[in-house]
Every structure is written in structure tokens, then in C-alpha cells.
């Protein structure tokens, strides 16, 4: 079956830097990319058990009638075919819906504030609840293209982590890229997290595709992010805890956001890996 | 840990795992007190908003109190809530038809605030459409809180809804009714019981604290003999023919003022400038108008048949102006109003015209013409028939008000096949009503009847290989693809075949780019499996292939998909037990 991304297109040189990202990406993996040139600064998206309204910021509204020729431009550049998408449902006249049903969306960091505000440190709430209710990984950008050569997966031996380890390791199969593991013990040893990748039946297909396990037993954190490789597309898993936290993703993925300029995938807690 | 995940996920407790009837009872409860307590706020909200701003309606200024009202609420919606004006029953229903009633949660708080600025100023409008919308988005996020799946959560919507109309009109058998014929469009076993009980919160919760009191009793009763009877025929028509003006006179406006290029608060603020200039010439156009339906049913509404035509004609122009130039708020009480006023005017002609002829009370026939007006917009004439019954309790009319519901609503879809409600979402194809063939059909996707074992063949394949092909394939059909870029150039089907098996001198002649259909009509696995049936209607054929991004996917076929269409029909007529 055809992997397909889905982007949500904005007109600017902002717009531009991220587009070529998921165009990328898309070559990559081999997907198609399935684009969305807004028509209103609003839409929905139906999930299994969540809608979410995305307030677009008025910047993704430029040009409209240079749009979809700057978007050919660039992915025939990367010698894309783009599937452009118009909704078909409407919930109300000027509130189109969305269909839902990629393998991957871009999205950057924030969609509904401005550009200016975008920085490190700040994942909007409507790409926070796109991570939580979707059923595929979301990828965010760096501000600025970069190709990456290597995909960092962060392994912290959650069920979500061990998600993310999958796609990862898909990633890594499909780009040809090495794949390189990070984990912060906090307190466990190594063996037990090869335990999970031994109970999960993972253990051989990590022994011969991991290039590096950054494994640290001591430091902190944000000072070990530093081994990141800065051209590495890190992967990881994000998950809700409770009715507050559902809101806000596990304090390790808010460091890694707030500390790490590079291109992100998020498996949210409703990530389903395809078969 | 393990006990907490248990309360956000009921669905999964042993007792609600193989029969989830109690777990909807207990959440309709919950949801039908919320829905009430929601209706209940917008009411006192109503009230407080109509005694503050009465004081100031004498000063010659008054007109603008409804413009401001309309301007506020469609600001606060488009700007504070994101959201589009309108009365909202139509987005539940979309909800519950396309998305198993998944509502945003804005939704729950965003048109009660709205509606209360646009009536409580003025606005011709009314807060039932608004309540339900609330109390469906509040059934919706409840469900969505504790994990319920796509028919427990339209279950709740329904709740919701049903909680809400009992708990403003004190009528918990109206709530029912109307969520089942208009909101959830079937009568199912699993669905009655919780929307019931949510019904009853929802009316006991308003009883508790407003009183148990019905909204518009009559002075006494109504004696309606055999010549009132017949005349209800004439009602019927009269009410038909007055909704079918409301409706068209609100699309009418909706057209006028979308063509008007100002920002959407101007616009709400222009028609309500408008409705405030009308209400200086007849005040009972102003506000929700629940006072003059009040008067008519008692008697006391001592104006003559100009007057009441007048009244009628300007309450269907004032509902026009708020609601379709921005305002926000529902069409159930001007409904009531006009249908009252239409009533009441149409007595008063045959007591003109037949003044030796016993009447019954005029107040009878106001009653009436509401049952009529309710029920040829909405063409529901059991909510139109068991509304009046509740909100009178003049149930020795039931007769009168069957003719005139069950006439009204026959002539009305004579003339408008859709209801208000319906009109928008029957044009756009997005009704889908459950276990309707459109709504089977939306719930498949290309993906889940896509066959994949095609066995693909190049162009530059001779007939003898091809034909080893053909031996080992249980299928008819054969994709013709690039074998450098992957690409979908054609189709080979059996049918290509036939002429030249017979003739071996062709088989190291014939390559297969030779007798593949280079024109073949092929399908996205994104269409909807509507038009993919279309498609193979109009080609005449049983299969189609599916190719995306110019590769060629798989097959979807006639055969599988009448499999799948009946997997999903069982599933979803199951589930209405």
C-alpha cells in the first residue's frame, strides 16, 4: 500500500523550508505527498475519539494564487508527483474537514501563531492534540532544511518508546540510514532495557541495525542531548498520562523539544504501526 | 494505576463488557442533568438579559440594542469561539451522520453565550437550537472523556439533546421524541432507554429548580366539536404554507447578506438594526416572543385579524433579519410565535366570515398553528404533536393537533422534500442516515475492499509468456506496468485474451502492450466507494483498478464490495436491537 504524507502547504519562505522537508522525507521512504493549500484559515480533523479544530495563522493564507504553482515547483524539484487535496465535507460553510487517513503529516511547530513566535520550546496546543489523537506520526520540521543523514531514536523502554524504536527502525530500513539509539538510564541498567527489546522480540533486529546506543547512566538530560548528531532525524514516542497531563506530553519530550533544533517524529499515544 | 485506566475506559469494566445498556443508562443520567443545567443557565441568562435591557427599549436608540446584541454574539463566535453563527442542529446532526457524533468542545459553551446576546437584546430568535447543541456537545465529550466508542457517543449526543429540550420546555416526552426523529433518524431499543432516562434528568433538574410548571397553559379547556375539525383541515394549510415562507425567506436572506461585503459583526449588526426598526412597529417581534404566545393561548390577545396577520408576517421578517444576516440562535420559538400568530389570524377570518358558527377559543387555534408550523418546518409531526401537548397540557386537543401536525408536514414535504434542518446537508449529499445505503457506503473505504493479488504484467510481455501468467492467476484481470519506473499503463483483461488463444502462430506474435486497454478508467483509494459504484455503473464494469500516484494499487470489484456492504449493513442494523 502506498505511504502517503500529508502537508498542510503555506506560502512563504517559512512555508518553503518545511515543505522541502516533507518533500524529503518523502523521497526518503518512497511516499507520496498529499498536499493541502488552505482556502480558510480553518479545518477540522476527525480522529477516532478526538476532532480537532486547526485555527490556521493568517500567513498560511499568502499568495493563494501562487500557491500550488510554488508547491508543483518544489516537489518536481524533488521529483514528486504532489496529490493536492480539497475537502469534500464542510461542518459548516467556511469549516472544511479533513480526512485523516495518512501514514504521516508534517506539521511545524505551531500552526495557529504567527512565524515570529515559532522557536524552540514552543509545540503549539493544535499540533499537541494532532500528536494525540492521530493515529499516524507527525513530523516537525527544523525551521531551517537540512537533509538528515542518521535517525536517532529516543529509548526510554515505555510501550510508546518501544513504537517509536519500530518506526525508527522502519525508517532506517526503508532510507537506508543508520540508526542510533539514546537512552537516559535514570537509574536502570542497560540489561533491562534490553530486556523490553528481548520480550518484544526486537533484540536481533536492533543488534544488527542500531549503529550507536547512547546508553548514559549519569548526567543530566539536557547535557547528554548534546551527542544528538545535529543532522539526525530524531524519533519519538509521546504519551498522556491523565486527564492534565493528556494535554501535556511526558516531561521528556518537552525537554527534547525545548533543547533540540533538529527534525522531529512524534508517535503519539494513538499511533497505530502499519502492518 | 490499573484501577484509574478502569474509569477512563467504563466501556472495559466486566459488568458494562457484554451488555453496555447500564453504562449508557449512568452516562445519560449524567449528561442529561449537565444538557438541563446548560439549559437552565441560558434561560436565567435570558431572563436577567430581557429585565436589564426592558428599562432602556422606551428610548428612541432602542434599535440598536438588537444590533449590538447580534454584533456582540457574532463576534464572540467568530472571533472569541472560532466558530460560524447559525442555529447548530444541522452541525449535530452532520456529526452524528458522518463522525459518530464527535463534537468539539467549544461547542458545548460557544452558541449558548452567542444566543443569549442576540435574544436577550432583541434578536428574533430562540434558545432550543442552541441548548441542544450544547447538551449534544457536552453527551459528545463526555463520551470522548471516557474512551466511549462511535454508538455509545451518539448515544450520548442524544442524550445531550434529549436532556436539554426536556429541561427548557419542561417536556421530557418532547426531548425523546425530538432526538429520535430528528437527531439520531431511527427508533432503536439500545438508543430509547438512555435518552429516555437522560429526558427525564434533564426535565426532573429543571423542575427542581424552576418549578414544575407548564410553559403555556390555557385558562381552561378547549371543546373542539366537528366544525373545528374540518377547519383544522384549512390550519394544516395555512401552516404549511406559512412555514414554507419561513424557510425560504431564510435561505433568502442567508443569499442577500453573504452578497453583502462587509465583515460577518457588521452584517449581524445591520439586520439586527433592522429587526429593532421592525420591533418599534410591532413589539412582539423582539426577543424569543414567548409573552404574546402566552396572551393568545389565554385569550387576551385583544388585537384584531390585521394586527395578527401583520404580527405574523413581521415575526417571519424579524427571524429572517437576525438569523440570516449573522445573529445567532434557533428557529423553535419564532416557530411557536409565527405558528401561534398564523393560528390565531386564521381564526379570527372564519369567525369573520362565519360569525354564526361556533368556535372553539381562539386561543385552540393559536395552539394549533404552532403544532402545524413546528411540524411542517421541521417535518416531524410526532415532535410537533407531543411539544404542544407538553408545553399546554391541553391534551384534549391530541385529535386537532394530529390532523394539523400530520397535514402540515404532507403538504410541506409536497413543496420542500428536506426539512429546515435537513435542506442544507440533503443538498451536499452529507444526511447518511444509519443503515440507509448511503451511509453503509461512507463507511467503507476503498482500502477495505481493495484486492491485491493482481498479478502485474510488462508491455513488452510475449502472448505465449503471458498466457503462463493467465494459468496461474485466479483472476481475469492483469495490470500492464512500467517495469522501469513502476508506472500503470494499462489493463490486460481475460476477455483481450480469448481471441487469440486459439490461434498459436499469434502467441510469439502478440505482445502484450498490443491488446492491453490503454483507456481504462481507474478509481483513487480517497473516492468514496459511492462514486467508484457510479463509475463501474456507467463503464459497465464489474471491476475497476485502483492506481495512485500512477501505480496501480489493486482491484475493487462489484463482488467483494456487495461482501463488505453486507458485513457492514449486519453490523450497523445490530446494533439498533
Known sequence: METTLFHVFRNTPLGREIFMQSLYFCRGINASIVVYIPEHTKFLMYFDNDVVQVDLDESYRTAPATAKAHALELAREAELDPRFVRPKNFTASTLPDLPVDFDFMCCPRSVSDLSSKISLGHIGPKVRRIINAARFPVLIPSCLFKEWQSILVFFGGSVNAVKALKLGLRLGRETGKPVDLFTQADGMPKESFEEILVNRGMDEEVSQRVRTWHFFETGSFEHNLYSVPHNALTVMGAYGHGLVRDMLFGSTMETIQTHLPNTMLIAGPNYVMPR | ?577
Open chain 2, 1 to 577: 494505576m490499573k484501577q484509574f485506566i478502569s474509569w477512563r475506559h467504563p466501556a472495559r469494566l466486566l459488568p458494562f463488557r457484554r451488555d453496555d445498556r447500564m453504562l449508557l443508562i449512568v452516562m445519560g443520567i449524567i449528561v442529561g442533568i449537565s444538557s438541563g443545567l446548560a439549559a437552565l443557565g441560558l434561560n436565567i441568562s435570558l431572563v436577567f438579559m430581557l429585565e436589564t435591557l426592558h428599562h432602556w427599549r422606551h428610548h428612541w436608540w432602542a434599535f440598536l440594542l438588537p444590533a449590538a446584541g447580534a454584533m456582540l454574539s457574532s463576534l464572540f463566535l467568530e472571533k472569541a469561539m472560532n466558530e460560524g453563527a447559525g442555529h447548530g442542529v444541522p452541525e449535530v446532526i452532520y456529526s452524528v451522520s458522518r463522525y459518530g457524533g464527535l463534537m468539539r468542545f467549544r461547542s458545548s459553551i460557544s452558541r449558548l453565550v452567542a444566543s443569549c446576546l442576540t435574544i436577550g437584546s432583541g434578536g428574533s430568535a430562540g434558545p432550543e437550537a442552541p441548548v441542544v447543541m450544547s447538551g449534544a456537545a457536552i453527551g459528545s465529550n463526555i463520551a470522548k472523556l471516557f474512551y466511549l466508542n462511535d454508538r455509545q457517543r451518539v448515544t450520548l449526543v442524544g442524550c445531550g439533546a434529549a436532556g436539554a429540550i426536556a429541561a427548557i420546555f419542561n417536556a421530557p416526552l418532547t426531548g425523546i421524541i425530538f432526538t429520535m426523529e430528528i437527531i439520531l433518524g431511527e427508533w432503536s431499543m439500545v438508543n430509547i432507554i438512555p435518552i429516555a432516562v437522560a429526558a427525564v434528568s434533564g426535565a426532573e433538574i429543571s423542575r427542581l429548580l424552576r418549578g414544575n410548571s407548564i410553559a403555556f397553559e390555557s385558562s381552561g379547556s378547549f371543546h373542539i366539536g366537528s366544525v373545528d375539525l374540518v377547519a383544522c383541515l384549512g390550519l394544516a394549510l395555512v401552516a404549511s404554507m406559512t412555514s414554507l415562507i419561513l424557510t425560504r425567506m431564510l435561505r433568502r436572506m442567508h443569499g442577500v447578506s453573504s452578497r453583502v461585503s462587509v465583515p460577518k459583526w457588521v452584517r449581524a449588526a445591520m439586520g439586527g438594526a433592522a429587526v429593532g426598526l421592525l420591533g418599534f412597529l410591532v413589539p412582539d417581534v423582539l426577543g424569543e416572543g414567548y409573552h404574546a404566545i402566552h396572551a393568545m393561548i389565554q385569550g387576551n390577545f385583544t388585537t384584531g385579524l390585521t394586527i395578527a396577520a401583520i404580527a405574523c408576517l413581521a415575526k417571519i421578517l424579524a427571524t429572517s433579519l437576525t438569523l440570516g444576516w449573522g445573529g445567532s440562535g434557533g428557529i423553535f420559538a419564532p416557530c411557536l410565535v409565527i405558528g401561534s400568530f398564523a393560528g390565531l389570524a386564521y381564526h379570527r377570518l372564519l369567525v369573520f366570515f362565519m360569525p354564526s358558527v361556533t368556535w372553539v377559543n381562539e386561543g385552540c387555534f393559536a395552539l394549533l398553528g404552532m403544532a402545524g408550523m413546528i411540524s411542517g418546518i421541521l417535518q416531524a409531526p410526532l415532535t410537533g404533536i407531543f411539544l404542544i401537548l407538553e408545553i399546554t397540557g391541553s391534551y384534549e386537543v391530541m385529535l386537532a393537533l394530529i390532523i394539523v401536525s400530520a397535514l402540515s408536514t404532507t403538504i410541506t414535504h409536497y413543496f420542500e422534500p428536506a426539512s429546515f434542518y435537513l435542506k442544507d446537508l440533503t443538498e451536499r449529499g452529507q444526511l447518511l442516515r444509519p443503515g440507509t445505503d448511503a451511509r453503509v457506503l461512507a463507511d467503507m473505504t476503498i482500502r477495505e475492499v481493495l484486492e491485491k493479488d493482481c498479478i502485474s504484467v510488462p508491455p513488452d510481455m510475449l502472448l505465449r509468456e503471458f498466457l503462463h501468467v493467465v494459468k496461474r492467476s485466479t483472476r481475469n484481470y492483469f495490470p500492464v506496468e512500467d517495469p522501469d519506473t513502476g508506472y500503470f499503463l494499462g489493463m490486460v483483461r481475460f476477455d483481450h485474451v480469448r481471441p487469440y488463444i486459439f490461434n498459436t502462430v499469434m502467441y510469439d506474435a502478440v505482445l502484450v502492450e498490443q491488446i492491453m486497454d490503454a483507456d481504462v478508467e481507474t478509481v483513487h483509494y480517497d473516492d468514496e466507494l459511492a462514486d467508484v459504484l457510479h463509475k463501474m455503473d456507467a463503464t459497465r464494469c464489474y471491476s475497476l483498478p485502483v492506481v495512485s500516484n500512477h501505480r496501480f494499487v489493486g482491484m475493487v470489484s462489484k463482488a467483494t464490495l456487495l461482501d463488505k456492504y453486507r458485513d457492514e449493513l449486519k453490523v450497523q442494523t445490530t446494533q439498533r436491537m
